[in-house]
C-alpha cells in the first residue's frame, strides 16, 4: 500500500518561509503527477502547485512567485518551498501522488494522499 508522510509544517510569521516535505513508500513502480493542496477552515480544498513527471510545473495564482513545487525521484519525495507567506497561505497543506504500484503479481494504479500538515501565518 503506498503512503505519503508530509513534514516540515509550523508557524512562521507573515514574510517567513517554510519547506514542506512529502515522502511516498510503498511498493512503487513509478510516480506520475504529484502536487500539493491545502484547505483552510470554512473553504474547499484547492490545488495550490503540481509537477508531472516530466518535471512540468502549475500554481496557482495567488501563490506565483513565491512557492515553488520540486521533486526528487530518487527519493520518491516532493516538495513546496514557501517564501513570502502571508496569513491567507494558512492552511492544512496535503500532498497528493499518482501512478503505479506492485500489488501481490499485479501492477495498479493508485492516487493517494498524505495526512496533512498544519501551516499557520501570523505575527
Known amino acids: 500500500q503506498v503512503q505519503l508522510v508530509e513534514s516540515g509544517g509550523g508557524l512562521v510569521q507573515p514574510g517567513g518561509s517554510l519547506r514542506l516535505s512529502c515522502a511516498v513508500s510503498?511498493?512503487?513502480?513509478?510516480?506520475?503527477?504529484m502536487g500539493w493542496h491545502r484547505q483552510a477552515p470554512g473553504k474547499q480544498r484547492e490545488l495550490v502547485a503540481a509537477?508531472?513527471?516530466?518535471?512540468?510545473?502549475n500554481y496557482l495564482d495567488s501563490v506565483k512567485g513565491r512557492f515553488t513545487i520540486s521533486r526528487d525521484n530518487a527519493k520518491n519525495t516532493v516538495y513546496l518551498q514557501m517564501n513570502s507567506l502571508k496569513p491567507e497561505d494558512t492552511a492544512v497543506y496535503y500532498c497528493?501522488?499518482?501512478?503505479?504500484?506492485?500489488?501481490?503479481?499485479?501492477?495498479?494504479?493508485?492516487?493517494?494522499w498524505g495526512q496533512g500538515t498544519q501551516v499557520t501565518v501570523s505575527s
Open positions: 497528493n501522488a499518482g501512478g503505479r504500484d506492485y500489488s501481490g503479481a499485479y501492477i495498479r494504479t493508485f492516487d493517494s
Open positions: 510503498g511498493s512503487i513502480l513509478r510516480i506520475d503527477a
Open positions: 509537477i508531472t513527471g516530466a518535471g512540468v510545473t
